[in-house]
């Protein structure tokens, strides 16, 4: 069974920095994509930052130059560095795992943004 999990969400001060990780287990060998996407309140789910199996990266604009994703393949583990945070960065952060034989999602971590 695949499982993402999570972690890094936090309260800190604009300007601040965190690094979101978001572990991955069930027997996962590869994969097409990983992402981290995240849901303001009354917003729709957006997608932040994206790698492929290849090492393409894709941002979204408003976070290009400020936020880093990466990936530890040994760890099976990817990561959301995120710097010069501002308060409309405030969101819950969701992982997700798209490969050839499903879509999966984490459960999510909340980051806040305080001005």
């Known amino acids: 069974q695949v499982q993402l999990v999570e972690s890094g969400g936090a309260l800190v001060q604009a300007g601040g920095s965190l690094r979101l990780s978001c572990a991955t287990s069930g027997g996962i060998f590869s994969f097409d994509l990983l992402g981290w996407y995240r849901q303001a309140p009354g917003k729709q789910r957006e997608l932040v930052a994206h790698?492929?199996?290849?090492?393409?990266?894709n941002y979204v604009d408003s976070v290009k130059g400020r936020f880093t994703i990466s990936r530890d393949n040994a760890k099976n583990t990817v990561y959301l560095q995120m710097n010069s945070l501002k308060p409309e960065d405030t969101a819950v952060y969701y992982c997700?795992?798209?490969?050839?034989?499903?879509?999966?999602w984490g459960q999510g971590t909340q980051v806040t943004v305080s001005s």
């Open positions: 997700r795992l798209l490969t050839t034989t499903g879509d999966y």
């Open positions: 790698i492929t199996a290849s090492g393409r990266t």
